[in-house]
């Protein structure tokens, strides 16, 4: 990310006054580092109340090695600190809280939103990485459940945050089409497929129930399991193109099926792979694995051990000589290193395969020690784990098809219908309404994903997900909509060279800090892998917005942005549109769409 202006001026002035009035105790201590502005601008935070300042520098870590108290450090620096055009601070108790002027900080913040337009806080620390990111990869032959709803947001949304940052993020779909899952759901629709044709079932409702169907016959009837086997070893020797073929079909047939939810979702990825991609690429891996000597026999089984002790060895094989998810995970992280020189490579799967994933790394780490792959070829500092928390679905109404899975298609059909009832009470003139209710609904749902830290919990809870006043979705694009209203009304172009230094009221200059702390957001957001930090500020931004929107003049009426005051609308108007333009932005990175109306 590109340095804040504001913070590198404070940061310089701040080192220049360590110098002064420290010189020799950080000399002394080696500690010279305190007169690099860089170092400063690290240490930087943000006061919790806003009213403190743009940033702050909390001095107690310097109190041993000066010798003084915090708050005497912070009233010494502040004392010979340089003021500038721009930055005051004030030293308050162990912090040195620095205040942008704000006529500064509008003209600055508004230029730069009006010029960069969708491009702001774009940057290109990314340049030239090759950023992975998977997330989805659904189970072939099964219902796309809400058990995949939040990797899908999740990662998609991630995808488009690296982008924005110059990454070459690249989005994959790791299908879950392999293992011995498949010989029994072969053996069950030879058996008994016939039953269900005609039935007014989709053709993958229909392979689940064949799959459930399977495990309760299996109970009684040993000699199924028997065959399942065989006809996955079958298939994994590739020689029974009948088998081959079956397979096939269920893998296209779910593709085709998954396209259409993904297309309803917007969720796009730049490649659709899978476990069975991986099947001639685990022998080689292997063989490396046992030439280095990490492998052993346990009960029949081919294991490596890895180095954490909480862990139980991976298995590569077992005793009948099938390979495992955690093999193809292995072979897969090698596989994609070859395919796309990866800097990073994310894995955005629930936080129940964490053991999965310290096994598939630790076995990735062990290989490379063994081989001494030179540090810079190493996959294992490369690899993350993007985990995240459950969600709950307090809604049982919708379990009844097909087992216990709730379909996704199921939540977004819903979304869709209960947001188009609350559009017709509110808008009923609007046109379109279906197409704004779809983008909506899924709005909705997208946002109760990503509102909260991807490792908490999610409860999710129709009315509070789709209420257009809460922390919602709706509430975002309500919000945008009105402020493409706005500009509507107002009717004229907004060019970025409007004088604003008008806008000083309170409401005014809290937005224009939060227009100002968007780029920032998007960093955290991608340091974290969380588009959480993106979804609060765009929250916070919104209320910002609203509370200016909203603000009473000393008559009591409600102060009209667009009024006979001509310089005043367009200082006022440029607001709005950067606004639009943050929020709108926001929503995208999100993978959210912004309706103009609503
Ligand atoms: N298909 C798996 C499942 O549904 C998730 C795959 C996660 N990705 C991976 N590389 N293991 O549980």
């Keep these: 990310m590109s340095k804040d202006e504001f913070k590198q001026q404070f940061a310089a002035h701040v080192a220049e006054a360590f110098q002064q009035c420290y010189a020799d105790k950080f000399q002394e201590l080696g500690q010279q580092q305190v ?60 912090f040195l809280n620095a205040q942008v002027d704000s006529a500064t900080l509008a003209t600055k913040t508004i230029g730069q939103v009006l010029e960069a337009q969708k491009n702001y806080g774009a940057s290109s620390e990314g340049d030239g990485k090759n950023l992975l990111v998977e997330y989805s990869s659904v189970n072939i032959a099964k219902p796309f459940g809400i058990a995949h709803l939040r990797t899908t947001i999740l990662g998609a949304s991630l995808r ?101 939810i993904y297309d309803r979702l917007g969720v796009e990825f730049d490649l659709i792979t899978g476990e069975a991609n991986l099947n001639d690429k685990m022998q080689p891996i ?20 890895v180095d954490d002790t909480q862990l139980p060895p991976c298995l590569l094989k077992k005793a009948d000589g099938a390979t495992l998810y955690a093999t193809r995970d292995i072979a897969g992280a090698f596989w994609r290193y070859e395919k796309f020189g990866y800097d990073q490579s994310l894995y955005v799967v629930a936080n129940s395969q964490s053991d999965h994933f310290k096994q598939v790394f630790g076995v990735i780490k062990r290989l ?14 490369r690899l993350k784990h993007v985990d995240f928390g459950w969600v709950k ?10 087992g216990n899975v709730i379909p996704v298609e199921d939540v977004i059909d819903k979304a869709a219908s209960l947001v188009t009832d609350m559009i017709r009470e509110k808008n009923p003139d609007l046109e379109n309404i279906d197409d704004t209710a779809a983008m909506v609904g899924v709005g909705a749902v997208k946002f109760s994903q990503l509102s909260v830290k991807r490792q908490t919990d999610v409860n999710f809870n129709w009315e509070a997900v789709l209420s257009f006043e809460g922390e919602t979705g ?47 957001a998007i960093a955290d957001a991608a340091r974290n892998y969380d588009p959480y ?15 200016f929107y909203q603000r009473k003049a000393p008559d009591g009426r ?24 943050v929020i709108g932005e926001g929503l995208r990175l999100l993978g959210i769409q912004a309706p103009e109306e609503m």
């Design 533 to 547: 930090f993106i979804a609060a500020h765009s929250l916070r931004l919104a209320g910002a917005f609203n509370k």
């Design 286 to 305: 292997i063989e490396r694995l046992e030439k280095a000597e990490l492998t052993r026999i346990s009960e029949g089984a081919l294991v490596v051990d």
């Design 368 to 381: 490379e020690e063994a081989e001494q792959t030179p540090d810079n070829q190493r996959l294992t500092p």
């Design 393 to 402: 679905f307090g809604d049982r109404a919708m379990s009844t098809r097909g």
């Design 558 to 581: 409600v102060d009209k942005i667009i009024s006979d005051n001509t310089s005043l609308t367009a200082a006022r108007m440029a607001l709005v549109v950067s606004v639009r333009l």
């Design 35 to 94: 007169f690099d502005p860089d170092f400063i601008y690290d240490l930087l935070e943000k006061p919790k109340d806003p009213r403190m300042g743009r940033f702050a520098l909390p001095v107690f870590r310097f109190a041993r090695i000066v010798g003084d108290k915090p708050p005497t450090i912070a009233s010494r620096i502040a004392e010979i600190f340089r003021k500038t055009d721009s930055v005051t601070i004030t030293a308050t108790g162990g």
């Design 160 to 260: 488009t945050i690296f982008k924005k940052l110059g990454y070459n993020a690249v989005g994959i779909n790791y299908l879950g089409d392999w293992g011995t899952q498949f010989g029994k759901l072969i053996v069950a629709f030879r058996k008994w497929s016939k039953e269900y044709s005609g039935k007014d079932i989709t053709r993958i409702a229909m392979l689940f129930l064949l799959y459930v169907r399977f495990h309760k016959m299996a109970k009684e009837d040993k000699s199924l399991v028997e065959d399942a086997r065989n006809v996955f070893r079958a298939l994994e020797g590739g020689g029974d193109a009948k088998t081959t073929e079956l397979w096939q079909q269920f893998r296209s047939q779910s593709i085709e099926e998954f396209k259409r």
């Design 474 to 520: 709706p509430y975002l694009q309500y919000t945008h909509a009105r402020l493409c209203s706005l500009e509507r009304k107002f009717g004229q172009p907004v060019t970025a060279d409007v004088n604003v230094v008008m806008l000083d009221g309170e409401e005014e200059r809290r937005v224009v800090e939060l227009l100002a702390d968007f780029p920032e």
